[in-house]
């Protein structure tokens, strides 16, 4: 009798245990038919490198371990001595440039002026050869009249002499003039190639101007660049620098956490994304707070698996091919229905165990 109570009761516990099985199994074929899980998931926030413009020997740390920071606050500077040199020499090269163009154009006014007196003078001197030409015109006409009346013995010989004199001296009047203005367009053109010399100079002069307003400028630039603000709000990692360390341009020294924005990335195999849509509802379960669920919903999903953008992607075409399932990464953003206050308490790099409303 006592044997078949007990064969009753293990017969009563299997079944109850083989009910609470299949009613699982149930459950879990039913809850596969609308989700897609995964636990390879993680806290996702933007980290921004600090990374110095230019180089030099840190003069003071104004931020800690893992302190919230504004954007615009100083996180630390450089020397700025060496930089402040160079400001000042940019800035006496560009006057000495400024100068250099003015004494170029003065130069240029000067030749203009030149040019101006020796198209004047030009001018004066054909107009004087043409009154030149009128009287040996006359003088020729009178001395032709006076040379046939000598030829007659009209007049006297002195007379006679006289006219030839006068005729000679227009012809050499004529002559001399013709010379002044030979020398004057001579000097014009000296003068206008002087021009175009001093105007290449003052073209140079204005290059070297651009060219030392471009340095002063950039002088300026990196002058500012030894004062490292904070280009959004944030908090920092860890600080692994101090004064007197000396820093190189482009070097990254810590990371600036954008803990205003966060999401998850959940790395789902290539057999759960038939029915997975951007929009579709998300659950969030964060391993380091277990008690808490956040809600979400489907972002974007990334353009290639994760193995594409290794360092060295697989390539199938080459040794033996063993098919491995792929992961491809989804991006899920939080949803603004949730506790702000318990959302600022994510961390990237967080393990997320996530649920994906498929219906």
């Known amino acids: 009798m006592e044997t078949k109570k007990t064969n ?51 003069s003071k740390v104004y931020v800690k371990d893992n302190q919230l ?4 606050d100083t996180l630390f500077t450089i020397e700025s001595q060496d930089y402040l040199v160079k400001v000042n020499e940019a800035e006496a090269a560009l006057i000495a440039a ?33 009154m030149a030409k009128v009287r040996l015109e006359r003088a020729s006409n009178d001395f032709e009249r006076y040379s046939n009346l000598y030829k007659n013995q009209s007049i006297t010989k002195q007379q006679y002499e006289q006219a030839w004199a006068a005729k000679q001296e227009a012809l050499k009047q004529v002559e001399i003039l013709k010379q002044q203005k030979i020398a004057s367009t001579n000097q014009k053109n000296a003068v206008v190639s002087k021009t175009n010399v001093a105007s290449k100079q003052t073209d140079v002069a204005n290059a070297n101007i651009k060219r030392a307003q471009a340095a002063f400028e ?36 810590f990371y600036l956490v954008n803990n205003q924005d966060t999401w998850v990335v959940a790395n789902f195999k290539e057999t759960q994304l ?76 967080m393990n997320v165990f996530v649920d994906v409303h498929v219906k």
Do not use: W
């Open 8 to 58: 009753k009761k293990f017969t009563l516990v299997l079944g109850s245990f083989v009910v609470l099985g299949l009613l699982y199994g149930i459950y879990k074929y039913n809850h596969a038919q609308s989700h897609e899980e995964t636990d390879d998931a993680q806290i996702e926030q933007n980290m921004t490198p600090i990374i110095p413009r230019v180089g030099g020997y840190i």
């Open 69 to 72: 920071v504004k954007k615009g």
């Open 98 to 130: 400024k100068s250099t163009f003015e004494v170029s154009k003065a130069d240029v006014d000067a030749t203009a002026a030149t040019i101006s007196i020796s198209n004047a003078t030009i001018q004066s001197n054909t107009e004087s050869i043409e």
């Open 218 to 253: 950039a002088a300026k630039l990196n002058l500012g660049y030894t004062v490292v603000l904070a280009s959004i709000d944030g908090q920092v990692s860890n600080i692994e620098i101090q004064a007197g360390q000396l820093v190189q341009p482009g070097q990254s020294l």
């Open 274 to 349: 038939n029915k997975m849509r951007v929009g579709q509802k998300v659950t969030l379960e964060v391993d380091a707070y277990p008690d808490d669920t956040f809600e979400g919903e489907i972002s974007s999903f990334s353009p290639a698996t994760g193995s594409k953008f290794s360092i060295l992607p697989p390539d199938n075409a080459t040794g033996n091919f063993v098919k491995t399932i792929q992961r491809l990464p989804v991006k899920i953003k939080l949803s603004g229905n949730n506790d702000k206050e318990k959302v600022k308490l994510l961390r990237p790099g």
